[in-house]
């Protein structure tokens, strides 16, 4: 390509700096014109508008898949997440409206350095219908709405609004000065060993549903995970692995547990008497 077309090109496309961070478009166009093609739609605006609004809505989406893995994630962090994704919906779908960009990145700088105007109505449209299919997705969660709650903290919820069968040992449970102060002192990630200090005589009701709580599944992460750890294990090199052998690499490679290496060592009897 010739320096004059270079500078012309240059000019024609200068809304694509280096903020925007599909600015890979530019080097894009630039390369398929060194082949002798063209890619007619890098020049048409409603194109441009449908390309930053997805980059800017797949973004959004990948902050959310990002939060709902990893380990150690209970189902109410994830339902957490997915309330907080509804609530941002609804303002970006009450912003895009009055044409505020805000929270949407590529579509501010393309507003700023065109002259064009984008269909708004379509975006807004395109919100409510995401909108509608995580509602729907995860409406057999919200019908475990309370329950959540109730895992979550049980010292912030009205024992009206828990099945009945859990009320009066709720109201033992906000009462007991010694299990809140335990409660509001621990950790995150210690609210299942608060969980099995309830007694098994006052707190059965709440014991019970507590773990059910704990133990839905609320991704695939554990399951890809061993499939993970499956496939680095038994490997073609690895053939006198048994059943026995496999599942046992599998549960520690797994679980969060730390082994008591002292108390093992001294139940092994390292010499064998003759």
């Known amino acids: 390509m010739s320096d004059r077309k270079k500078r012309k090109y240059n000019d024609d496309y200068r809304i694509f700096n280096e903020k925007w961070s599909i600015s890979y ?14 890619i007619l739609e890098l020049k048409d605006d409603n194109w441009l508008w449908d390309l930053a609004f997805l980059t800017d809505v797949t973004t959004h989406l990948n902050i959310l898949n990002l939060k709902l893995q990893g380990p150690g994630k209970f189902i109410f962090d994830m339902y957490n997440s997915i309330k907080a994704f509804d609530a941002k919906l609804k303002l970006f779908i009450n912003q895009i409206e009055r044409s505020d960009f805000s929270h949407f990145e590529n579509c501010q700088i393309f507003k700023n350095n065109t002259k064009s105007l984008c269909s708004t109505n379509r975006f807004v449209c395109m919100l409510n219908k995401l909108q509608t299919d995580i509602s729907s997705r995860f409406s057999d969660v919200k019908l475990h709405e309370k329950s959540l709650r109730l895992f979550e903290n049980p010292f912030n919820i009205d024992e009206i609004d828990v099945d009945t069968s859990f009320q009066l040992e709720l109201i033992e449970l906000k009462t007991n000065s010694f299990y809140y102060d335990e409660f509001q002192t621990m950790k995150k990630n210690d609210i299942l060993k608060f969980y099995s200090t309830l007694s098994h005589e006052d707190f059965p009701a709440l014991r019970d549903i507590m773990m059910k709580m704990a133990t839905v599944f609320g991704s695939t992460y554990i ?52």
């Open 25 to 38: 478009l530019k080097e894009i166009e630039m390369f398929m014109i060194d082949k002798g093609k063209q």
């Open 223 to 274: 399951c890809e995970q061993i499939f993970s750890r499956t496939k680095q294990t038994k490997s073609v090199h690895r053939s006198r692995l048994t059943d026995e052998h496999l599942h046992s690499i599998l549960r520690i490679g797994t679980t969060k547990f730390q082994p008591d290496f002292s108390l093992l060592v001294k139940e092994t009897q390292v010499q064998i008497s003759h």
